[in-house]
């Protein structure tokens, strides 16, 4: 997808990638979120999609790379917890919804396409 920014003046591409709803991490593990984009995915901006909230996270390229908790095969994956009590095993990391607000479309908007 492509959207334009008249505010900015530009084009920004957008691979949009959605879950239905928060589903067991590992098939049996606390309901989490988990998306897997390309490493060579050529758009500038991932949006991260839960239907079941309506929530979306946009994600520039570059950050992605940073944020997201595995890299394999040429792919990031990137997961959050749905559960905010849930203790996840590595720490200093995001790893709850919750805790990726900045990112959230309402919070990027502006930033990003100047509306």
């Not at 591409?13 to 390309?38: E, M």
Request: aromatic share 8%.
């Amino acid at each position: 997808m492509v959207a334009y920014s008249p505010g900015k003046q530009e084009a920004r591409t957008i691979q949009v990638k959605a879950n239905h709803k928060p589903k067991p991490s590992g098939g049996k593990g606390r309901a989490a979120l988990d998306w897997w984009v390309p490493e060579s995915n050529p758009a500038q901006v991932v949006a991260l999609v839960d239907l079941s909230t309506r929530s979306i996270w946009l994600l520039l390229k570059e950050e992605l790379a940073v944020l997201a908790q595995q890299k394999s095969s040429a792919r990031f994956h990137i997961y959050m917890y749905s559960d905010p009590e849930h203790k996840p095993r590595k720490l200093g990391r995001l790893a709850h919804s919750h805790e990726f607000g900045r990112y959230l479309l309402c919070n990027r908007a502006n930033e990003l396409f100047g509306v």
